[in-house]
């Protein structure tokens, strides 16, 4: 991956792009490409051979406009200010564009969570979560898996803030576990969201994904349930990769299975009767859809160009920088944008946090309803803005709809002497 584009530079130049189409004060458009606060920390905390380590961690509430900061928390080497900056932005644009009542945030810590023991991850994880104590709460700030995280660290943030503020606060996070007050359909939420926002595209470009073959970047939460859901209205898979490499089977591979070989063995390489394949060789391969869900900067100018792809659903945050952006118009690819294809983890995160307020559980098929609707309305904003404002593609869209969202919001709410 190309690593060098800075992807909080990448934000800013996302929302310029779409301001321009906006008639908005220049001095809030300037505030909305920064955010309100960020807490830089470093967390000690005991290794199992009693020494102790410190390490490098970040929260970003990027804007509180439209309600609580709502975002992620990632475990990655990679975790950098500036990126938790963007991904926070990212957050606050996703929210809006699905007219979610939330603001942006992120959060992440600079570790690889191989290095460590469960035990380990535990003791850092309380740690953290003692030092977003002050900023985090039910309705100021609520935190959610992303990249390395999951139920299980959900489940000790919400557990640690409760011990600490005596109480009972399950809305405080999403992402739990079932019987930690998490919500059904959440786990398959963000992988549901990007095959919707899929199936929505072809249609309007008088396709149907049911014909379309497919290439997932990236093997995780987001691309596995993807590549499953895609399967299941009738796509063919004929790729998939991982951070250990790609494999590909021209007749389709069952995304299911491939997903069971890489719990068993750690990779998907190797699945099968399968050609082996590089990242580049996948992200470049000849078919109608690829899905992007591995990490930012998958995608830069000088790839753009061998991308034979005819649609791109991000469901991964930023993998495109705004250079490949420029060369895929150009070339008329269309590029379903990340805040609006993967919205789906964060509003299922709504939903969850909506029955934690109500101390009420929905049904699967209600959260898939509701989130079915939020997607496909979200979808026909976009293209409504793409068409009437005759933009150059779906990204600038879906910012002119999210920014047009927080704009009136913070008009709405007047100034302060
Ligand atoms: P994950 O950790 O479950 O999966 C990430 C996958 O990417 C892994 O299979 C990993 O091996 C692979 N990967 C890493 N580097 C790679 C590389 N260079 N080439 C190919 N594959 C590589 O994470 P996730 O939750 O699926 O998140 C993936 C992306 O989706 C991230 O950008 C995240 O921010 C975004 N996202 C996730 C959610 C969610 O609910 N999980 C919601 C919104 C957005």
Redesign the pocket.
């Known amino acids: 991956?190309a690593g060098q584009v800075n992807p909080f530079e990448s934000l800013q130049e996302q929302v310029d792009d779409a301001a321009a189409f906006l008639d908005a004060d220049p001095g809030l458009i300037e505030r909305l490409k920064n955010p309100e606060r960020l807490l830089e920390t470093n967390l000690t905390f005991e290794r199992d051979d009693g020494s102790l380590e410190t390490v490098r961690a970040y929260r970003s509430q990027f804007n509180g406009d439209r309600g609580p900061y709502k975002g992620?928390i990632?475990y990655h080497p990679n975790v950098t200010r500036d990126e938790v900056k963007a991904?926070s932005g990212w957050m606050a644009y996703k929210c809006a564009v699905v007219d979610v009542p939330y603001g942006g945030g992120k959060g992440g810590i600079a570790i690889d969570p191989a290095d460590y023991s469960e035990d380990e991850l535990e003791r850092l994880t309380r740690a953290f979560a003692t030092e977003l104590r002050p900023l985090i709460g039910v309705d100021r700030d609520i935190p959610?898996?992303?990249?390395?995280t999951?139920q299980r660290e959900m489940n000790w943030i919400k557990d640690t803030y409760e011990t600490l503020e005596n109480t009972t606060a399950p809305g405080v996070i999403t992402?739990k576990a079932i019987d930690s007050g998490g919500s059904e359909g959440?786990v398959e939420?963000?992988g549901r969201s990007t095959a919707l926002a899929a199936r929505e595209t072809f249609d309007w470009l008088d396709d149907d994904v049911a014909d379309a073959t497919v290439a997932v970047?990236?093997?995780?939460?987001?691309?596995?349930v993807a590549a499953a859901l895609l399967a299941d209205l009738g796509a063919t898979i004929v790729a998939v990769?991982?951070?250990?490499g790609?494999i590909h089977d021209p007749e389709g591979l069952d995304p299911r299975s491939v997903k069971a070989h890489?719990a068993e063995t750690g990779?998907?390489t190797g699945y099968g009767d399968t050609d082996p394949l590089t990242?580049d060789e996948?992200l470049t391969l000849d078919v109608d859809l690829l899905v992007p869900?591995?990490?930012?900067n998958?995608i830069n100018g000088d790839l753009a160009p061998d991308v034979s792809a005819d649609v791109i659903v991000e469901?991964?945050?930023?993998?495109l920088t705004p250079r490949a952006d420029d060369v895929l118009a150009d070339r008329d690819v269309y590029v379903v944008p990340?805040i609006f294809a993967?919205?789906?983890?964060?509003t299922v995160s709504y939903f969850e946090w909506v029955q934690n307020r109500q101390r009420f559980h929905w049904t699967e098929s209600r959260v898939n309803e509701e989130l079915e609707r939020v997607i496909t309305g979200a979808f026909d904003d976009i293209v409504e803005a793409y068409e009437s404002h005759d933009l150059r593609n779906l990204r600038t869209a879906a910012y002119v709809v999210a920014i047009d969202r927080i704009v009136d919001a913070a008009d709405q709410a007047g100034s302060w002497p």
């Open positions: 991956m992620g990632r991904l959610a898996p992303d990249v390395n999951g992402g959440r939420a963000t970047q990236g093997y995780g939460n987001a691309g596995s990769s991982d951070s250990s790609g890489k990779s998907v990242n996948l869900a591995a990490l930012e998958a469901a991964a945050n930023g993998p990340d993967n919205a789906g983890g964060v």
